[in-house]
């Protein structure tokens, strides 16, 4: 027979157990808190704790315990149940998206370029992990993804198909571990190609200076005193990117055979570049020596290479606002299309770039070297042509959009 009534279980609270009958019992701790608990003999003598008053009241509790008898008559151990439904909860922690998608990243990056992997984390940190994270990747169905896609789906295209073909991909592989099983809920044709509108993805060139105006640029960077002034001065000469000048290495310079050797793991290809260095080139480099055992290019508090924006903000000193330090490629890639007969595969590599085709680059193997040498001395002296004369004339630098550019606009490709 029950001995306790709603008003006691609401009003008691001297410490104490306090039997309501056939082993439930209403327990209070000396702090105030009530639990409700649940004493059964199966085995020897356990305690089973079914919740806390008033989030169970005194019905709820008895309703509990008639479940729990219930459960024994049959043989089964509430307690053990308990135990093997937290084992599998916690196992499932253990296979969250978020713990997938690390694995996935830590399996591979060694093969991708730092940008590459720095791309991968910050996707995954913005978008994915805070939807997807917790959640089980067996779990994960079309609605769980499309909460991640949608709203940058219309908005950043290009980020927002990187980030489904990503998701695609951990699921991919947690599936090949025997995490999950069914189709990938991210996978676009003939599955979100039906619910989601084909990817926009417009290119936008960066601006760039024309190739005269790129001479005029490099004779007033000679005006300008430190690291981010000759880091921009190598970087038109070599028609680099960013993060390959400004951390450049004393030990990646060969000057015995006049080379610039970039490692694999410094180049967006994944493959080392060799660079032949001209004449100014190697001033520029010798300007910098004796400033840093290690870096080429040393910031300002000597503890690493130059930030990533010490370049552009040197261009804006300069007030060249209408290019970017990218753009110095194209500029260089169209000069090298319009102004010179040097042959499309030379021109490519001296820009690092895969050339087109595998068959292509099955037969061509080398790195035409000496070809790149002659087409960067033409570079060069192009450049060096393009000096301000000292009889007066306009020195000023002319975006490659402007109407009075000249020679035509270089921005027509997004080279990158």
């Not at 059964?40 to 008895?62: I, K, M």
């Not at 509990?64 to 439904?85: F, H, M, V």
């Not at 980030?163 to 999950?180: C, F, P, S, T, Y």
């Not at 044709?189 to 005269?212: C, E, I, N």
């Amino acid at each position: 027979m029950s001995k306790l009534t709603p008003k006691f279980v609401r009003e008691v609270a001297t410490p104490g157990s306090y039997q309501d009958g056939r082993g439930l019992f209403l327990r209070v701790t000396h702090s105030g808190r009530k639990n409700w608990v649940f004493r059964y003999s199966l085995g020897g003598r356990h305690d089973l704790t079914l919740g806390v008053y008033p989030v169970l009241s005194l019905r709820d509790a008895r309703l509990e315990a008639d479940k729990q008898r219930l459960d024994i008559a049959r043989g089964i151990d509430p307690l053990a149940t308990r135990a093997s439904a937290k084992a599998k909860t916690d196992k499932s922690a253990l296979h969250s998206f978020k713990a997938e998608a690390e694995r996935y990243i830590k399996t591979h990056s060694p093969a991708w370029s730092s940008k590459h992997q720095q791309q991968w984390r910050n996707s995954m940190a913005t978008y994915a992990y805070p939807a997807l994270g917790k959640l089980p990747v067996s779990a994960i169905d079309t609605a769980e993804v499309l909460k991640v896609l949608e709203p940058v789906w219309g908005q950043h295209p290009v980020t927002a198909n990187r980030l489904r073909n990503r998701i695609e991909l951990v699921l991919d592989a947690a599936k090949a571990h025997q995490r999950r099983e069914g189709e990938n809920p991210a996978r676009w044709r003939g599955h979100l190609d039906k619910l989601l509108p084909k990817p926009g993805h417009t290119v936008q060139p960066f601006t760039a200076l024309t190739s005269a105006a790129a001479g005029k640029l490099l004779y007033k960077l000679d005006s300008l005193e430190g690291a981010a002034a000759r880091a921009c001065e190598l970087m038109i000469l070599t028609a680099t990117r960013n993060q390959e000048v400004r951390g450049a290495r004393w030990e990646e310079i060969d000057r015995k055979e006049n080379l610039w050797v970039i490692p694999a793991e410094r180049m967006k290809s994944g493959k080392p570049h060799r660079i032949p260095l001209t004449e100014s080139m190697l001033k520029v480099l010798k300007q910098q020596q004796g400033r840093h055992p290690e870096w080429v290019f040393i910031n300002a508090r000597r503890t690493g290479p130059i930030p990533s924006n010490a370049i552009g903000r040197t261009l804006a000193l300069l007030k060249i606002t209408e290019a970017v330090p990218h753009g110095f490629r194209s500029t260089f890639r169209t000069w090298a299309a319009e102004y010179t007969d040097h042959q499309r595969e030379v021109c490519e590599m001296a820009l690092a770039h895969s050339l087109g085709s595998k068959v292509e680059a099955a037969y061509n193997r080398g790195d035409l070297l000496e070809k790149r040498r002659a087409l960067m001395q033409d570079w060069e002296d192009f450049l060096l042509s393009n000096f301000p004369q000292l009889d007066g004339e306009r020195d000023h630098l002319v975006p490659a959009d402007s109407p009075s550019a000249s020679p035509p606009l270089l921005a027509i490709a997004n080279i990158q």
